[in-house]
């Protein structure tokens, strides 16, 4: 029985792979101009660490972004779809779910090359891997309440852990963003570096991970996700409710409408 599994043989329109070794690298590539989150990539993302996980050609996984953003969250069109047909958003309920948990149970390590802007649920995909290295142009937040949504999909659980209770509401419940080293002095990630020396400093850490033996590094970091991975089941059911109920609100529509239209909402509290 054969346990080979390439991830390459898998269809994928969001995603493209490349090799070097047992070193595989995972970009989101989009034609959306800050690599926004539409329906297609969201039904990805529910899969593709699965499928990382399964490759059995690579050992590390660096997920990283082709463009000038990592991943810049919601694309306004899939929003307003929302908007108009609650029932889609209802549809990708599970699946949001699945990226937190599909990411939380990886064993192989996963880094983070944050080569630009993450915001909402980049943000949170960025957050769940292992070590975050970003360029120091790059921005990171959270602002699902600034296009009236509860921050549902993953950040309510993982900016807590990461910078403590007091610094994470104050910034999932503002929506303010980031920049790189802002996030660094914080803990929120691990290096904030020049551009031209991102790639170097990841070669740097995967070199130290394949200096050590594989399996103590992987189960050391299954071991170490065990905590995330129950506050996600305690969470998640909930998180995702809460902001699947806040896509129905008035102030939701309004706020949406106002980003596409660039400006000031008029909310009502409604």
Known sequence: ????????????????????????????????????????????????????????????????????????GGDFQWFQQQIDDPASFRAIA??????????????????????????????????????????????????????????????????????????????LMTGDMLSAAEAKDLGLINHAVPGDQLDAKLGEIIAKLQGNPKWAVRWTKSVTNIPLRALAAQMMDAAIGWESVSNYLGDRREAVAAMAEKRAPKLTGE
Request: proline letters at 3%; hydrophobic letters at 45%.
């Open 94 to 171: 599970w699946d949001a779910k699945r990226i937190v948990s599909s990411l939380l149970e990886m064993e192989k390590p996963i880094l983070c090359r944050l080569n630009g802007a993450a915001a909402g649920l980049g943000a949170t995909i960025a957050l769940l891997c292992d070590i975050i290295v970003a360029d120091e142009k790059a921005v990171i937040g959270d602002p699902h309440v600034k296009v009236g949504l509860v921050a549902g999909d993953g950040g309510a659980l993982i900016w807590p852990q990461l910078i403590g209770y007091a610094r994470a509401k104050e910034l």
């Open 1 to 72: 029985m054969s346990h080979e599994f390439r991830i390459e043989d898998q269809v994928y329109t969001r995603f493209t792979f490349e090799r070097e070794g047992r070193v595989l690298r995972a970009f989101i590539t989009s034609d959306h101009p800050v690599n926004g989150v539409d329906g297609p990539m969201h039904d990805e993302l529910a899969r593709v660490f699965t499928d990382l996980q399964r490759d059995s050609e690579s050992d590390i996984i660096v997920l990283a972004a082709k463009g000038r953003a990592f991943c810049a």
